[in-house]
């Protein structure tokens, strides 16, 4: 009995418009299955969780996969009703190229959605951060990008030995034209990648320019000095240069040191006593942290104190070593503390005689 039932459905299958009935059939038979089970059970599973990306993906995916199946119906439609090997081909090529478009349409889509989710919960993770967001998203699209120009022109045979060979050479040339652009270009991933430094923190580059970063770039990035004068520092620069960041330790405080020398014979003890109160009440200083006065060393002409103190964030190291001096100062005078300073005794043995004698 079911041979006969294959049999008859082989002989009307045999008939163009059967099969085009039934192509078209099946389609909608998968569509209904599709939209009234598959999606229910997806949606289901996506609201047993908290989050709202996996219900924005599910709406993709139903769009997706339904342009999916009206793709493949309309070329089996197409491909049975056309009987030239030629025609066959472009048709074939023709539906490679749309089916690569439209899903790669929607992987960028979902990609859209899961970055902008990874820029809400940033904090969370240390490989990806607001500043590394862009590099991401421009790194998948070119990879996307390539995955699809790669099956699109092997779909129509086109020979991709030229076209890899010419882009060699271009590549080539490009690259020795723009040598100082790919440095800083390729320094600016490693930065933004390894963070060693943030917007808003202060840093010092080589000993020379420091202040608070205020843009990190692909090609430089910006410093805000103490002058209120912004710096543009390339960052093929900045990749070879030691960088000290001021503010990326567990608070933002920063110790201060300040030297200061004395005269040899003064009592020991009450100098360190008497620097120790000059950062009382002080401004800017952290009040949760001691101060350390230290007797560092003993030099050609003076004693040599040395004085830390912590401020409560970099932008005050000026201010306060300006104020401490400046307390400094006055106490050592108010106590008849001398301040030391090189002396330097000349002994001339012989006078010279008077011009003309």
């Known amino acids: 009995m079911l041979e006969q039932y294959l049999t008859q459905f082989e002989e009307a299958l045999a008939n163009p418009w059967w099969r085009t009935g039934t192509i078209i059939g099946g389609a909608v038979l998968l569509g209904i299955v599709l939209r009234l089970v598959l999606v229910p059970i997806m949606n289901r599973l996506a609201n047993r969780t908290n989050s709202k990306i996996d219900d924005k993906i599910v709406a993709r995916l139903n769009v997706t996969l339904i342009r999916v199946l009206i793709l493949q119906a309309a070329h089996l439609l197409v491909r049975d009703w056309a009987h030239d090997g030629q025609v066959d081909q472009f048709i074939d090529s023709l539906y490679i190229t749309l089916l690569v478009l439209y899903v790669g349409k929607a992987l960028l889509d979902i990609s859209t959605i899961l970055f902008h989710h990874l820029s809400k919960v940033a904090d969370k993770h240390t490989w990806i951060q607001h500043s590394t967001l862009p590099l991401y998203k421009f790194i998948f699209k070119v990879a996307l990008f390539a995955l699809q120009t790669y099956i699109v ?11 890899l060979a010419s882009a060699g050479v ?38 020379q320019t420091r202040g608070v970063v205020t843009d990190i770039g692909m090609r430089s990035t910006r410093l805000l000095t103490t002058d209120n004068v912004e710096v543009t520092v390339p960052n093929g620069v900045i990749g070879n240069s030691m960088i000290i960041n001021e503010t990326s330790g567990p608070s933002t405080r920063m110790r201060v040191r300040v030297m200061v020398g004395i005269a040899y014979g003064s009592d020991v003890e009450q100098v360190r006593e008497l620097l120790v109160k000059c950062t009382e009440d002080m401004p800017y200083l952290d009040p949760g942290q001691k101060t350390v006065v230290r007797f560092a060393a003993m030099g050609e002409s003076s004693l040599d104190f040395q004085v830390l103190v912590w401020v409560r964030h970099p932008a005050f190291r000026g201010k306060a070593i300006d104020s401490l001096n400046t307390r400094i100062y006055k106490a050592l005078g108010e106590a008849a503390i001398e301040i030391p300073f090189p002396q330097r005794d000349v002994n001339i043995k012989v006078w010279p005689s008077a011009p003309g004698r």
């Open 153 to 163: 022109m092997s779909a129509w045979n086109v020979n991709l030995t030229s076209w």
């Open 170 to 207: 271009m590549g080539i040339a490009v690259g020795f034209a723009a040598k100082d652009t790919l440095a800083n270009f390729i320094s600016g991933i490693f930065i933004l990648v390894d963070a060693p430094y943030k917007v808003g923190q202060y840093i010092y580059i080589d000993g």
